[in-house]
């Protein structure tokens, strides 16, 4: 009941494309899903989050769809950009704090 | 500021040696986390501390052995590791109840046990 479903594992666009990730979850108590995006040798980054009493978030060329009935949200890039390739993982956790569970990520390369 | 640092970059060691990880923050975030991150895969929480208190411990083996001095600073002393351990290591901090579980990773330290 605790985990994240990802998909795709990993994902090839070509530049000015749309890139498109999705998740599934299983507990309903969560109430914060963060997207995070992680560079070779670097840590994961907060790329953008959304609670589930919203069904849609952008910032910049990332949207956050979310279908709290389905149990299911998906990150979407507009526009990709060969600086976009980076691996992608999708989270669950509480609000109010407590661990990340995280999906198990999708390595995207965007093609100049 | 949304930093957290984490040192040393690269290390190296036996599996008879002593090694201290140590990881800074200075955002005034009360929580703090030590991730294990194996190729590929996502980070894999080891310890939390709350409010410099340990918190949660993911059934982590004795061999790593945390510690929070104050409320900027966390250490992760590893003594007789595996060379199964070898990983990035990864800190993170929080503020914990401000309403957005948003944790900071600082960028690892890669960790080759031989």
């Known amino acids: 009941q605790q985990q994240v479903k990802q998909s795709p594992q990993s994902l090839i666009v070509q530049k000015g494309g749309i890139s498109i990730i999705n998740c599934a979850y299983e507990n309903t108590a969560f109430d914060y899903f963060p997207w995070y995006q992680q560079f070779p040798g670097k840590g994961p980054a907060l790329l953008i989050a959304?609670?589930?009493?919203?069904s849609e978030k952008k910032e910049g060329r990332f949207t956050i769809s979310f279908n709290k009935s389905a149990k299911q949200f998906s990150l979407h890039i507009m526009d990709s950009q060969p600086g976009d390739s980076a691996t992608y993982f999708c989270a669950a956790t509480y609000n109010q704090g407590g661990k990340l569970i995280f999906g198990q990520g999708t390595e995207l390369s965007v093609k100049p | 500021d949304t930093e957290v640092t984490q040192t040393p970059k690269h290390l190296v060691m036996g599996m008879t040696n002593k090694k201290s990880l140590k990881c800074e923050q200075h955002?005034?975030?009360?929580?703090m986390y030590w991730y294990k991150q194996k190729a590929k895969k996502p980070p894999e929480l080891m310890f939390v501390y709350s409010y410099e208190k340990l918190s949660i411990n993911e059934s982590v083996p004795s061999r790593f052995s945390p510690e929070c001095p104050n409320s900027s600073l966390l250490n992760l002393h590893l003594h007789a590791l595996q060379p199964e351990d070898s990983a990035l290591y990864l800190c993170?901090?929080?503020?914990?109840?401000?309403?957005?579980?948003?944790?900071?990773f600082g960028a690892g330290t890669r960790l080759s046990v031989l």
């Open positions: 955002m005034g975030h009360r929580a």
């Open positions: 993170a901090s929080s503020h914990p109840g401000l309403g957005k579980n948003i944790q900071y």
């Open positions: 959304i609670r589930p009493d919203v």
